[in-house]
């Protein structure tokens, strides 16, 4: 005779109690086009979106306020030749966001405190070096107009943006990069990767100063950020696919 077994969960008696419709925003075409990061970025003044589009990519911005079903002739930001992969809000000005996208291009956006009628397709720089897609762009978080981009070439690169032109090029890493997150005053960044190992990597010496492998013995992408103390906090899986947490000291 056999016996079913419920897995014991200590949320297993726990409701969400959805908000109103008013409350949230409602009837936006998400897109399944993205990196393995966030789908949408927010600051202070909007929220932005990446969204299925044809014909190349595209992201909406809503301000904070704008609640409710989106209207289906709110403007897009467009520009990019292919779907849009990662969106990041620049920390030092909150109408200044930054795009990547398949097409191999990264772009600066400006943009304005009354959204128009119009789609908004004239960035304010295109950032072009990457030989293929760009799937992560992330903004120093201490020093203006710093950018950084990662893609399928498996090259980091950090820009200034105010003249378009790359500062600092690495390419420590041989294998597909999944996520990259700079410590609190951008002296240092880390990284995760498809070969399994864990980087801390200095951008002035151009190097990695730190590297572990395996933090995680699963297969499955992890992902890695800097806690405010200055330690590493990472997800990743066990060998039998359960999600693992983990904390090292860097």
Not at 45 to 64: M, N, R, Y
Not at 87 to 92: L, N, Q, R, Y
Not at 128 to 138: A, L, P
Request: proline share 6%; charged share 25%; hydrophobic share 40%.
């Amino acid at each position: 005779m056999s016996r079913s077994i419920v897995r014991q969960s200590k949320f297993r008696h726990v409701f969400g109690q959805p908000v109103k419709t008013e409350q949230g925003y409602d009837d936006i075409r998400v897109s399944k086009v993205t990196w393995d990061s966030s789908f949408c970025a927010v600051n202070p003044k909007f929220l932005a979106v990446i969204v299925e589009s044809s014909g190349g990519g595209a992201f909406l911005v809503l301000p904070l306020a704008k609640m409710g079903r989106l209207d289906k002739n709110h403007p897009l930001v467009t520009g990019h030749a292919g779907p849009v992969l990662d969106i990041d809000w620049c920390p030092h000005n909150d109408n200044i966001l930054a795009s990547c996208s398949e097409d191999c291009t990264a772009m600066v956006w400006q943009i304005p405190d009354q959204i128009g009628i119009r789609a908004i397709s004239e960035p304010i720089v295109v950032l072009e070096g990457h030989s293929k897609r760009v799937g992560i762009v992330t903004w120093h978080p201490t020093t203006r107009n710093i950018l950084l981009t990662a893609g399928s070439d498996n090259l980091i690169i950090i820009w200034n943006v105010g003249t378009g032109e790359p500062l600092i090029t690495m390419d420590d890493h041989p294998d597909l990069i999944y996520n990259v997150c700079w410590n609190r005053n951008g002296s240092l960044f880390c990284t995760t990767c498809k070969d399994r190992r864990l980087r801390v990597c200095d951008p002035r010496k151009r190097e990695v100063v730190a590297e572990r492998m395996a933090p995680h013995e699963g297969i499955r992408p992890m992902r890695a950020i800097f806690t405010r103390d200055g330690n590493l906090f990472t997800t990743g899986f066990t060998r039998m696919s359960q999600r693992e947490l983990g904390l090292w000291d860097r």
